[in-house]
Structure formats: structure tokens, C-alpha cells
């Protein structure tokens, strides 16, 4: 199995580009989940999906962030415009059930540097 | 909102040595994990210890959790350089700021 895959593993961009983060989660799982990781804030849960449906968006933290899942094997995290205090390692995670019962695996995270 | 929070933020210890890391949450829980973190990596499920358990092991590592102060503990027993990462508890899918041990040669 190859894991959750996450793409780009870096993204350097300027302030007003749009961004686009994508992750495949491991086949069969049927939970993704998308967090921030900064020195200062910690590990942000931003939004979660169980069965492709978000189930809480809460963590999202401004209408410049949006979260699609078209697929049970795909799923896509947005930032227009982005903004210098996005800059972070976004993580994808998926979990073979409801994620808040079993383990989630992570995968690599993309450093996004906006600058 | 933090649900998990680790204590302490950093250790340093001997290897060989045993590290012990505590994680206080506010709520009720279904279940606690533990997951380690190496430096540019990804997070690594360690164990998961449900509400009703109050010991698990799994290899070098025991986890130990009290629902009645909303605590868990996390034992590392002959520490080894390979250790040396984060470590980070979580309920309820939300993760706490970890602790970061270093194990020195």
C-alpha cells in the first residue's frame, strides 16, 4: 500500500496566487481529514470528511479556504487568495471508519511557503 | 479549541533511559492516541487506549489513562536516538502541541 499521498510536497508562491493541495487517501478508508501544522498554532484540524461528506468544517478559518472531495479517492484543499500567514505544512490524513474511533495515517505534507 | 494538551513541551534524557510524557484533555472521550512525529515527517499512530481501558503496551511503550482527571501518560522504557521526534496525544481527532524529546548519545 503506498500510503496517503499528498501533492505538491512543496509550493512556493506570492501572496494573492491561488493554491491548491491535493491528497489521495489510502484505498478503502472512508474518512480524510486536512490539518495545519505551525510552530505557533500547533496541529489545526481544518476540515474532515466521512463517505466524501464534510462533516465538520469548523477549523476552516476564513472563506479563502475551501475543501472538496469529488471521490472516495480524492480529495483537494484550496486557498484564494493566499496570504503570507498561510504559510505552513498542510497534512491530509485518511482512517478506515469514522475518524474520531481508529488511527489516522498521515501522509507526507506539502510546506507551503507564501511569500 | 485544544482537546489534548502534552507536558512537558520538551524533554531531554540519556538513552537508555525511560521518558515519560503526560497529556491532559477536557472532555469526554471515546478513545486516546498517541502518535510520533520525526522532524519534515508526517504523523505515526504509536497506540490508541479506549475509555474503558486503563493500561496498554505495545512493545517499549505503555500507555496508562485516567478518565476520572482526564489524563494519560506515555512511557518509553530504554529510550534509543531513534526516539528522538515528537510525540503528540489526541481525542477526538483534535491533536494537542506534542512534547519533543530528544534522546542524547
Known amino acids: 500500500d503506498a500510503g496517503v499521498i499528498q501533492s505538491p510536497r512543496h509550493e512556493v508562491t506570492e501572496m494573492g496566487q491561488e493554491v491548491t493541495l491535493r491528497c489521495k487517501p489510502i484505498?478503502?478508508?472512508?474518512?480524510l481529514f486536512w490539518y495545519r501544522q505551525t510552530m505557533m498554532r500547533g496541529l489545526e484540524l481544518l476540515i474532515y470528511?466521512?463517505?466524501?461528506?464534510?462533516?465538520?468544517d469548523s477549523g476552516m478559518p476564513e472563506d479563502r479556504f475551501s475543501a472538496k472531495m469529488p471521490n472516495a479517492s480524492f480529495s483537494t484543499l484550496k486557498i484564494q487568495p493566499s496570504e503570507p500567514r498561510d504559510s505552513a505544512v498542510y497534512f491530509c490524513?485518511?482512517?478506515?471508519?469514522?475518524?474520531?474511533?481508529?488511527?489516522?495515517?498521515f501522509g507526507p505534507g506539502t510546506r507551503l511557503t507564501v511569500t | 479549541s485544544q482537546q489534548g494538551e502534552e507536558d512537558p513541551q520538551a524533554l531531554s534524557i540519556q538513552e537508555g533511559e525511560n521518558a515519560t510524557m503526560n497529556c491532559s484533555y477536557k472532555?469526554?472521550?471515546?478513545?486516546l492516541q498517541w502518535y510520533r512525529q520525526n522532524s519534515g515527517r508526517g504523523l505515526v499512530h504509536l497506540i490508541l487506549?479506549?475509555?474503558?481501558?486503563r493500561e496498554k503496551h505495545s512493545g517499549r511503550l505503555r500507555v496508562t489513562l485516567d478518565t476520572s482527571k482526564k489524563s494519560s501518560s506515555l512511557l518509553i522504557t530504554a529510550s534509543r536516538a531513534a526516539d528522538t521526534a515528537s510525540y503528540f496525544c489526541?481525542?477526538?481527532?483534535?491533536f494537542g502541541k506534542g512534547t519533543r524529546l530528544h534522546i542524547l548519545p
Open positions: 490524513a485518511s482512517s478506515p471508519s469514522h475518524g474520531t474511533h481508529y488511527e489516522q495515517y
Open positions: 484505498s478503502g478508508h472512508n474518512s
Open positions: 470528511f466521512n463517505n466524501n461528506v464534510p462533516i465538520d
Open positions: 472532555t469526554s472521550i471515546n478513545n
Open positions: 487506549i479506549r475509555s474503558n481501558e
Open positions: 489526541a481525542t477526538l481527532i483534535i
